[in-house]
């Protein structure tokens, strides 16, 4: 499984960047998708997740209401609307993704390289 992050770069304060990961391979099912994001030093950091069932999704709180995720199931992709950034919000941003394939039916999981995200003040 091949999960490939897209969509970063560098954008002023109050901008929007629209982040996209694809998830490709022997896929099964996608049980899972969701963007984290890290800066040096620190611990990775969960923003947003979305499962697939149900469309349930969850934010960490700084990023309610201006961050939203969506999932596309039938090209295995999920996207990340990210709307009136913060500098502080420059990180390295990952995708991840948890599904199955042919020769493991138990949920795993898969993560992109990241992207990096660049908000200037």
């Known amino acids: 499984v091949q999960v490939v992050e897209s969509g970063g770069g560098l954008v002023q304060a109050g901008g929007s960047l629209r982040l996209s990961c694809a998830a490709s391979g022997s896929i099964l099912k996608m049980y899972y998708m969701a963007w984290y994001r890290q800066t040096p030093g620190q611990q990775r950091e969960l923003v947003a997740e979305i499962h697939t069932e149900g469309s349930t999704t969850n934010y960490v709180d700084s990023v309610k209401g201006r961050f939203t995720i969506s999932a596309d199931n039938t090209r295995n992709t999920v996207y990340l609307e990210m709307n009136s950034m913060k500098p502080e919000e420059t990180a390295v941003y990952y995708c991840?993704?948890?599904?199955?394939?042919?020769?493991?039916?138990?949920?795993?999981?898969?993560w992109g390289q990241g992207t990096q995200v660049t908000v200037s003040s």
């Open positions: 991840n993704v948890r599904v199955n394939t042919p020769t493991n039916y138990i949920p795993r999981d898969y």
